[in-house]
């Protein structure tokens, strides 16, 4: 069946410093969705990325989907405290959304 | 903004007994969602429900859950028989008009088996 795989599990970072986490999929995707889940909160819709290539922005965090439609990332420019949080890729395959693991990352004021 | 809302916040079952998780999706939305998430864990998916009836679901899944749409605004998760190891964080989620449309998660409900 469909596997999402999320590095890395965990990251701790200066505020300031830049973030990426990486989403690889066991399949071709018909679009990837990024969510962002607070300590003791729900998943919350960052974005969603359909085409493939497609780049997207939302202030300071970039999210990437492969050429391939098979990988994607998240990219934070200068991290702040208000981005801790776990951050989850969920691939789209027909009518089958798996989330990745997520990348729990906490920032250092 | 409409939510997803989920009742009970917190529930407590003794081991074999049934349980039943409730939702009330955004009003308009068509596709429906459950996942659970132990704590620490990823979000892992159970089942999506269209037009009454199961159109996905996973291993997990099995022959212990059911789901329903009782009424035009509920969406219960059962649990016939619980186990230790459901215990976890359950969350309803729920789409919009065209399926893999963002989905909209509820608080959830925390499930713990005793």
């Known amino acids: 069946g469909q596997q999402v795989m999320q590095i890395p599990q965990y990251q701790h970072v200066q505020e300031g410093e830049d973030f990426t986490t990486y989403c690889n999929s066991s399949?071709?995707?018909?679009?990837i969705q990024w969510y962002k889940q607070r300590p003791g909160g729900h998943p919350v819709f960052l974005i969603q990325?359909?085409?493939?290539?497609e780049v997207k922005k939302q202030k300071r965090l970039t999210f990437q989907f492969g050429e391939a439609k098979k990988n994607s990332s998240l990219h934070i420019t200068a991290t702040q405290t208000t981005d801790v949080g776990t951050y989850f890729c969920?691939?789209?395959?027909?009518?089958?959304?798996?989330f990745g693991a997520g990348t729990r990352l906490t920032v250092k004021p | 903004e409409p939510e997803v809302t989920q009742t009970p916040s917190h529930q407590v079952t003794q081991m074999g007994q049934e349980v039943i998780l409730r939702c009330v999706p955004i009003?308009?939305?068509?596709?429906f969602y459950w996942y659970r998430q132990i704590l620490g864990q990823k979000v892992e998916f159970l089942v999506s429900?269209?037009?009454?009836?199961?159109?996905?679901k996973s291993e997990i899944f099995d022959d212990q859950f059911s789901v329903e749409r009782p009424d035009g605004s509920n969406f219960t998760l059962k649990i016939r028989s619980t186990k230790l190891e459901d215990s976890a964080m359950y969350f309803c989620?729920?789409?919009?008009?065209?399926?893999?449309?963002?989905?909209?998660f509820g608080d959830g409900t925390r499930l713990s088996i005793l």
């Open positions: 989620a729920s789409s919009g008009m065209i399926h893999n449309q963002p989905q909209h």
């Open positions: 399949t071709t995707l018909s679009n």
């Open positions: 990325l359909v085409k493939s290539g």
């Open positions: 969920a691939g789209v395959r027909n009518n089958d959304m798996r």
């Open positions: 009003s308009n939305h068509l596709y």
């Open positions: 429900f269209y037009n009454n009836e199961i159109s996905e």
